[in-house]
């Protein structure tokens, strides 16, 4: 990743607001995700699918992007958002860090 290329020695980068399928998929399955829907929708429906036109990020493409990050050197978490963002249930963020 080129922005963590450009990290001095203890800089740090936080990618936000990253759209997680598989967390989004957990939430809806979920009875806080049942109970979410029913309130947004007025029914027990599930919402439709969203897919990114470049195919959905996933766990084991987050999960694989730190790995790839500390197998660099760096310091790399995935962390999730405050429950008070509305978009919590589906999306975290990526920290990065240069030791």
Same mark, same amino acid.
């Given at each position: 990743?080129? *922005? *963590?290329?450009?990290? *001095?020695?203890?800089? $740090?980068?936080? /990618?936000?607001? /990253?759209?997680?399928?598989?967390? %989004?998929? %957990? ?10 829907? +029913? +309130?947004? #929708? ?9 897919? $990114? ?13 730190? +790995?790839?990050?500390? *197998?660099?050197?760096?310091?790399? #978490?995935?962390?999730?958002?405050? =429950? ?5 249930? %589906?999306?975290?963020?990526? /920290?990065?860090?240069? =030791?």
């Amino acid at each position: 990743m080129a *922005a *963590a290329e450009l990290l *001095a020695t203890g800089g $740090q980068l936080l /990618i936000g607001d /990253i759209p997680n399928q598989n967390m %989004r998929s %957990r939430f809806i399955d979920s009875v806080a995700g049942h109970e979410y829907n +029913r +309130r947004l #929708w007025g029914h027990d429906a599930p919402p439709p699918s969203v897919v $990114q036109d470049d195919g959905p990020l996933t766990d084991e493409l987050l999960l694989d992007l730190v +790995r790839q990050l500390r *197998a660099q050197g760096l310091h790399a #978490w995935l962390a999730p958002q405050s =429950p008070t963002l509305p978009m919590a249930n %589906r999306r975290e963020d990526l /920290i990065v860090r240069r =030791p």
